[in-house]
């Protein structure tokens, strides 16, 4: 059974950076897209980014340019760099894994922007 967990969350104040993994367990990971979405309290989840298994990247507007994704797929790891962080951040942002079976979602870890 396919298990993902992220880590990496936390606390950070206004303009502060984090970094959030996403490890898949199984294999063959390399070849599916794999993304970040996050959900605000009282919003819905949206895409965050997203990448493709040759690195293709999408982000959305709102965080173009002060988040990063990435993947090491010898470790079946993804990470998203988060920098200058402002209050919108504020999020459970949770990872998906895109397969031919259907999309596979971790638990979420909760982000916290606040002074």
């Known amino acids: 059974q396919v298990q993902i967990v992220e880590s990496g969350g936390g606390l950070v104040q206004p303009g502060g950076s984090l970094r959030l993994s996403c490890a898949a367990s199984?294999?063959?990971?390399?070849?599916?897209?794999m993304g970040w979405y996050r959900q605000a309290p009282g919003k819905q989840r949206e895409l965050a980014a997203r990448i493709t298994t040759g690195g293709t990247t999408r982000y959305a507007d709102s965080v173009k340019g002060r988040f990063t994704i990435s993947r090491d797929n010898a470790k079946n790891t993804m990470y998203l760099q988060m920098n200058t962080l402002q209050f919108e951040a504020t999020a459970v942002y949770y990872c998906?894994?895109?397969?031919?079976?259907?999309?596979?979602w971790g638990q979420g870890t909760q982000v916290t922007v606040s002074s």
């Open positions: 199984g294999s063959g990971f390399s070849a599916f897209a």
């Open positions: 998906v894994v895109e397969t031919t079976k259907g999309d596979y």
